[in-house]
């Protein structure tokens, strides 16, 4: 079993910028593909972005260029730089381990992960 638990989410103004942090613990698996997902009211949950464990990344559309997937293996963390935040960007945003080593556009899709945490609300005002 794995525990993942985001922070750093929090209310800031369009064009502003958010650092979320997910902290891994358990039977945690540094050598898998982690993401992040954001869900907002009414919507379907969103693959953001997914990082394989050397460092080779995927992001969704309409945050390539804002947002950083990174991730520090020695210490089951992952992260996620937010910049030029847009209002469009409101909804709770999750991490997620998968069941597999590698990360390509198509991982960001909720079945490609088998843990996932409970979310940081991340709130953009225009």
């Known amino acids: 079993q794995v525990q993942l638990v985001e922070s750093g989410g929090g209310s800031v103004q369009a064009g502003g910028s958010l650092r979320l942090s997910c902290a891994a613990s358990?039977?945690?698996?540094?050598?898998?593909?982690m993401g992040w997902f954001r869900q907002a009211p009414g919507k379907e949950r969103e693959g953001v972005a997914a990082?394989?464990?050397?460092?080779?990344?995927t992001y969704a559309d309409s945050v390539k260029g804002r947002f950083t997937i990174s991730r520090n293996n020695a210490k089951n963390t992952l992260f996620l730089q937010m910049d030029s935040l847009k209002y469009g960007d409101n909804a709770m945003y999750s991490c997620?381990?998968?069941?597999?080593?590698?990360?390509?556009?198509?991982?960001?899709?909720?079945?490609?992960?088998?843990?996932w945490g409970q979310g940081t609300q991340v709130t953009v005002s225009s």
């Open positions: 990082i394989s464990p050397g460092g080779s990344s």
């Open positions: 997620a381990d998968s069941y597999s080593y590698f990360c390509y556009s198509g991982s960001l899709i909720p079945s490609y992960y088998n843990y």
């Open positions: 358990g039977m945690t698996n540094s050598r898998v593909c």
